[in-house]
């Protein structure tokens, strides 16, 4: 199995530029979501979906729009880049499907390194 | 609001000797918590988690955690480092109290083996 995949690995951008982060995953997990890394801050929920259809926002969510109309894709979009959005992101699934909190383990893909200029 | 406070960012051990990787939580709820370990360059891989069950609870490649309620802990120890152990690892907490199925990650503890 692939698991959790993202593309690109690497991209380099210009302040205003927008561009599409891609995650699938070949688990049927139902819920994805997106991170962000940052030196010394963890790792920063963006958005979230517990399946195709529905999205909502996580802790840092301006500046991402996402969309859900699979349930093996969850792309991340950056409508007009700023240099803040220099991170590394993290797309990552579970199966879990109990209550409100999650309680299964999260698949990471490897990520994406992103530098705006 | 739940939050996760890693006590260190840095710990360096000798090869051979234990590992005590410090992960202080808070939760209004009865909390999941979860030991995640990222190798340089890598995405996160899950160690160990704990939900409720066993406070002590065994994970991969020799490592465990105990929960203690009282001290709202869930430290990652190791009875002797490798130097494949050399990482960042992350505590984290799952809970109910945010309305967001959603995970709250501490900032990440480095580890170094030295030889």
């Known amino acids: ?83 803040s959005q220099t991170s590394v992101y993290f ?4 199966y879990d499907r109990s209550g409100q909190a999650i309680t299964g383990e999260l698949f990471f893909g490897e990520g994406s390194r992103l530098t705006v200029l | 609001a739940q939050s996760v406070t890693q006590l260190d960012s840095h710990v360096s051990v000798s090869e051979g000797t234990p590992v005590l990787l410090r992960c202080n939580y808070s939760s209004s709820y009865s909390p999941s918590l979860f030991w995640y370990v990222q190798h340089p360059n890598k995405g996160l891989q899950l160690l160990l988690k704990y939900t409720s069950a066993a406070t002590l609870v065994k994970g991969i490649n020799g490592f465990e955690a105990e929960f203690k309620k009282s001290e709202t802990s869930f430290h990652l120890t190791k009875p002797s480092a490798h130097m494949s152990d050399a990482a960042e690892y992350f505590c984290v907490v799952s809970a109910s109290d945010t309305g967001r199925r959603a995970l709250t990650f501490g900032s990440g503890t480095r580890l170094q083996v030295q030889p």
């Open chain 1, 1 to 83: 199995n692939a698991g959790v995949t993202q593309t690109p690995k690497f991209q380099v951008l210009k302040t205003g530029q927008s561009m599409t982060l891609q995650c699938a995953q070949d688990m049927n997990h139902e819920y994805m979501s997106w991170y962000r890394q940052d030196p010394g801050m963890g790792l920063r929920l963006i958005h979230y979906s517990v399946g195709a259809g529905i999205t909502d926002q996580g802790e840092v969510p301006n500046g991402y729009n996402v969309s859900r109309s699979t349930t093996e894709d969850f792309p991340l979009r950056l409508l007009s880049a700023a240099p």
């Open chain 1, 91 to 94: 797309c990552a699934s579970s």
